[in-house]
């Protein structure tokens, strides 16, 4: 695949109905948030007078846990226009006016006639809503996210909904960009999930008849359900006869050394949507580094955060999960928790020591500035010089 066919074919999968639905999910997640601020009498007194953080959590009698989610909420609707800083009061928030927005089920109603298969984001959303009374409360965001009810919605968000979709064929259409070129035989996946972007790659590679080359793919995570999930899933969907599967329990926030990844042992690092929750990211990049072979790379897709998207409407229902928030930071690379800026993926792959950095966005440079289609993804690979 020539440079022009890949910007091509992510223009594809990003068009102009993915936009439509990203606007849309933006809107959906507004309306919720107002909702359950009218609930908890927020509303009402934004309109009278500034807040606080500080103060809806006293007002409101909440756990500590609820600042971090709130302090996210209130800078969305900062960035969305709902709300504004007042004045020259640090971190105190009212409402700009009364602000226009229709109710989460008529959203939800567009979005899934628009595509069907947004039913698992909506029904996510939804269930956080409903359940950030008790999360503020002090009700742990594992327990509301991933009780045992609600994997399969999990599952279906990662595998068949086409807002996710996206990054998966956004991943594999890249990866078999850069991987035409290269011998390629140890493939190790992190955070791999259920499995839905290991078969979106694994299915492209199979078109080039790269998949003939791979001698092991190393399908890691976690949770010990999901490796089980993702090994039925690779079983029901194998696709390289040739290769040696193998699905390991794997924690990047330790030594990977310690659980059997051995340094200079690696072609390939991947991960989609995964790193941005590592503990201490520049110890997982340390890590992804060593366990590579001399001019191996690192192939990582991730939401990202950019003016014209400066908090992805997704994280609101990730800030429940302390994994999530609880994260080190970095003035320089890390400034915040959840996802991060191109500029700050490409300053920790330059303190790591990666070179070769090149990354692929969702747009190109003359459409980066426009809001109605914001800068939301990118893949970025960087490769272990020969030093």
């Not at 609707?77 to 009212?94: H, K, M, T």
């Amino acid at each position: 695949m020539l440079r022009n066919d890949l910007k091509n074919s992510i223009s594809k999968i990003f068009d102009d109905k993915y936009y439509k639905i990203w606007h849309l999910g933006n809107q959906l997640v507004i309306s919720y948030i107002l909702k359950l601020f009218k609930e908890m009498n927020v509303y009402a007194v934004l309109l009278r007078q500034p807040l606080s953080i500080s103060n809806i959590i006293d007002n409101c009698k909440f756990h500590k846990q609820a600042f971090i989610p709130l302090e996210w909420i209130m800078k969305f609707l900062i960035s969305q226009g709902v709300i504004s800083e007042a004045g020259n009061i640090p971190s105190f928030y009212r409402l700009v006016d009364e602000y226009a927005c229709e109710i989460p089920e008529k959203i939800e109603k567009t979005m899934l006639t628009i595509d069907p298969t947004l039913f698992s984001f909506c029904e996510l959303t939804k269930v956080a809503f409903q359940e950030y009374p008790n999360f503020f409360r002090g009700k742990k965001g594992v327990e509301i996210l991933f009780s045992s009810d609600r994997l399969k919605l999990w599952d279906q968000y990662f595998s068949n909904n086409v807002g996710y979709k996206a990054y998966n064929k956004l991943a594999s259409e890249t990866a078999c960009y850069w991987l035409s070129t290269c011998n390629c035989q140890r493939i190790l996946e992190l955070g791999a999930g259920s499995g839905s972007a290991t078969i979106c790659l694994l299915r492209d590679l199979a078109k080039v008849r790269f998949t003939e080359r791979i001698s092991k793919y190393i399908f890691t995570d976690t949770s010990p359900l999901l490796l089980k999930i993702g090994r039925e899933k690779l079983k029901e969907n194998l696709l390289i006869e040739n290769a040696s599967f193998v699905t390991q329990r794997l924690n990047f926030n330790i030594s990977f050394r310690t659980q059997n990844i051995l340094p200079g042992s690696i072609d390939i690092v991947y991960a989609v949507n995964a790193a941005h929750v590592a503990d201490d990211i520049l110890f997982t990049l340390k890590e992804i580094f060593d366990s590579l072979k001399v001019k191996g790379s690192v192939i990582l897709t991730e939401c990202i955060r950019s003016k014209t998207a400066p908090y992805p409407f997704q994280e609101v229902v990730f800030n429940m999960l302390e994994s999530y928030t609880n994260v080190v930071l970095n003035a320089h690379y890390r400034p915040v928790h959840g996802f991060l800026s191109i500029q700050n993926w490409i300053d920790l792959f330059n303190v790591v020591g990666f070179e070769e950095i090149e990354v692929f966005c969702n747009v190109d440079r003359e459409n980066c500035k426009s809001m109605q289609k914001p800068k939301i993804a990118m893949v970025i690979r960087g490769q272990k010089s020969e030093k």
